[in-house]
């Protein structure tokens, strides 16, 4: 039997219809069954399991909240604790190789934060903090992302410059000791162009990266043991056809590891590429659409299919994704959701 946990924004700001962080059952159907819809606090957008699955923990979007659950026999969740790390707009969250950890990347605060995990798993005190300069003093760049390497040795995070920074792309090498942070490695993205989130090959060598505003994917070679990151290629996420406004907003490569998919917002589509077996380049093999208003989050479930969180049309949409075609269809199966911008799975 398969769990997911569902962040759904709440604010007028955000023009939101969700309610909270919802935990549904995946019925052997495909069919799925809510079984909670928990508020604690606004905007609880991206989540992750502990490294054991007993507990989630939850950024709150725009303000500066991290909030820490523990999973409970029926896998519903029971609030633990609320934590105020500074940094404004939490949008990402991880867990430390040794469950000893949570990392909170921060928008406009800039900043990553290493906060220690408490024994009953609730969140404990900010223990190391590592910001992104701007071009001026008081100014950040804005990161978007805190995502670990296979080997959990390595984080990498990617930030935007939105006029006071500066679009990067790091891999930051990881004290686990201390919680500390050192860079290991940076590539400057062209201005405007906004990296905003990546996803690592199974092989631990090659790693993805899409650009926000440049609707763009880059190739990078990735040495796992100096952390060193070297930009091979980019393509774009779009058909030459499209003109209109378009912002890339995820990037995942498939369970097989054979392919990479990135979505976009406003034009509402997925983009598919072939990665090559040996040398780890991509080649677009086509573009499909979403079936829903603003893409802003998917990714792959337990059982293979594909996942889309359709933000503004409160959906989310099963695809089967062919791993020899590169194919996505759509199934009979649809959530309907106030908001929906992750989704986490459990088994």
């Not at 995946?26 to 799925?32: F, H, R, T, Y």
């Not at 007993?54 to 604790?81: A, M, Q």
Request: one cysteine or more; a negative charge; glycine letters at 8%.
């Amino acid at each position: 039997m398969s769990y997911a946990y569902v962040g759904c924004r709440t604010t007028k700001e955000r023009n939101a219809r969700g309610e909270g962080l919802k935990t549904y059952q995946i019925l052997s159907s495909g069919e799925w069954k809510e079984l909670q819809c928990l508020y604690t606090e606004p905007n609880p957008s991206f989540q992750t399991l502990d490294r054991e699955g007993k507990f989630l923990y939850s950024v709150h979007g725009d303000i500066t909240k991290v909030s820490s659950y523990r999973v409970v026999p029926n896998h519903t969740l029971e609030h633990l604790n609320t934590i105020d790390i500074g940094g404004r707009n939490p949008v990402d969250v991880t867990v430390d190789k040794e469950n000893k950890n949570v990392i909170v990347a921060t928008l406009q605060g800039g900043t990553l934060y290493t906060i220690a995990r408490n024994e009953d798993g609730s969140l404990g005190s900010v223990i190391a903090k590592f910001t992104y300069e701007g071009k001026e003093d008081g100014k950040v760049s804005t990161i978007h992302q805190c995502l670990w390497d296979k080997k959990r040795n390595f984080l990498f995070a990617a930030a935007q410059g939105r006029v006071n920074g500066y679009g990067q792309f790091r891999s930051l090498k990881y004290d686990h000791a201390t919680g500390v942070f050192t860079e290991a490695s940076k590539f400057m993205a062209r201005t405007w162009d906004e990296p905003r989130h990546a996803a690592v090959h199974p092989n631990n060598r090659w790693v993805y990266m899409c650009e926000e505003k440049g609707n763009k994917v880059l190739y990078f070679q990735f040495n796992d043991v100096s952390g060193e990151l070297d930009a091979m290629q980019e393509l774009t996420t779009v058909p030459e056809t499209i003109t209109g406004y378009s912002d890339a907003s995820e990037v995942m490569v498939d369970p097989s590891g054979q392919w990479v998919l990135v979505s976009n917002r406003y034009t509402d589509s997925m983009a598919v590429y072939r990665i090559d077996p040996i040398t780890g380049y991509l080649k677009n093999t086509g573009f499909y659409p979403c079936l829903g208003k603003t893409p802003r989050f998917f990714c792959f479930g337990p059982n293979g299919k594909c996942y889309v969180a359709n933000e503004d049309s409160d959906t989310i949409i099963e695809f089967d994704f062919d791993s020899i075609t590169g194919q996505l269809t759509p199934t009979l199966n649809i959530v309907q959701t106030g908001s929906p911008v992750c989704i986490v799975f459990a088994e």
